[in-house]
T-cell receptor, first 117, second 116 residues
Framework: GAVVSQHPSWVICKSGTSVKIECRSL??????MFWYRQFPKQSLMLMAT?????????EQGVEKDKFLINHASLTLSTLTVTSAHPEDSSFYIC?????????????FGPGTRLTVT | DQQVKQNSPSLSVQEGRISILNCDYT??????FLWYKKYPAEGPTFLIS?????DKNEDGRFTVFLNKSAKHLSLHIVPSQPGDSAVYFC???????????????FGQGTILTVHP
């Protein structure tokens, strides 16, 4: 099956610093990548949709200047949390959909646990 | 506005018995429904899906039922095994095009515990 990786798997950073999370599709070309965040005991909330080579589409309430998304290639998307604050601490998960894959199926990465101190 | 709801936060079942996980939705534009299984600190794993034009889809021990008139779907696991213990999310896809095509709306999840 399609494999999606994320790096790092966990990160601790100080308030005010920026953190970059990578999402890679390992064995397929991801034409679309999605970024989610999950708070404890809550659902996955879609933050943004990123199509290769174009600007990301952010969901309502998500600050695009704070959560910078880049989808520069068909196998890599990055999420940068700028000027992180403790309330940004969460579990961030990416998913990817690619050519040749059923359009309704997304393959998820293992997630990145971000803790801002 | 929670468009996909899983009203049972948890479910406990004996090994070998049936597990029934429920999901309700409000958006009639959803055209595809999926169930994902998730372990702590891991990403969700796709389990089974169903198109809105069907009312049942079966894959091994897993069966998903869709009742469009009630805007309700359920996942049946028979027989349940301890390894099935995880969080189960239902998700729905809206039949919209554009740059957000394929985006999923998730329910809150149900923690399933299967006791030996």
């Amino acid at each position: 099956g399609a494999v999606v990786s994320q790096h790092p798997s966990w990160v601790i950073c100080k308030s005010g610093t920026s953190v970059k999370i990578e999402c890679r599709s390992l064995d397929f070309q991801a034409t679309t990548m999605f970024w989610y965040r999950q708070f404890p005991k809550q659902s996955l909330m879609l933050m943004a949709t990123s199509n290769e080579g174009s600007k990301a589409t952010y969901e309502q309430g998500v600050e695009k200047d704070k959560f910078l998304i880049n989808h520069a290639s068909l196998t890599l998307s990055t999420l940068t949390v700028t000027s992180a604050h403790p309330e940004d601490s969460s579990f961030y998960i990416c998913s990817a959909r690619g050519r040749g894959l059923t359009s309704y199926e997304q393959y998820f990465g293992p997630g990145t646990r971000l803790t801002v101190t | 506005d929670q468009q996909v709801k899983q009203n049972s936060p948890s479910l406990s079942v004996q090994e070998g018995r049936i597990s029934i996980l429920n999901c309700d939705y409000t958006n009639s534009m959803f055209d595809y429904f999926l169930w994902y299984k998730k372990y702590p600190a891991e990403g969700p794993t796709f389990l089974i899906s169903i198109s809105s034009i069907k009312d049942k889809n079966e894959d091994g021990r897993f069966t998903v039922f869709l009742n469009k008139s009630a805007k309700h779907l359920s996942l049946h696991i028979v027989p349940s095994q301890p390894g099935d213990s995880a969080v189960y999310f239902c998700a729905a896809r809206a039949s919209a095009g554009g740059t957000s095509y394929g985006k999923l709306t998730f329910g809150q999840g149900t923690i399933l515990t299967v006791h030996p």
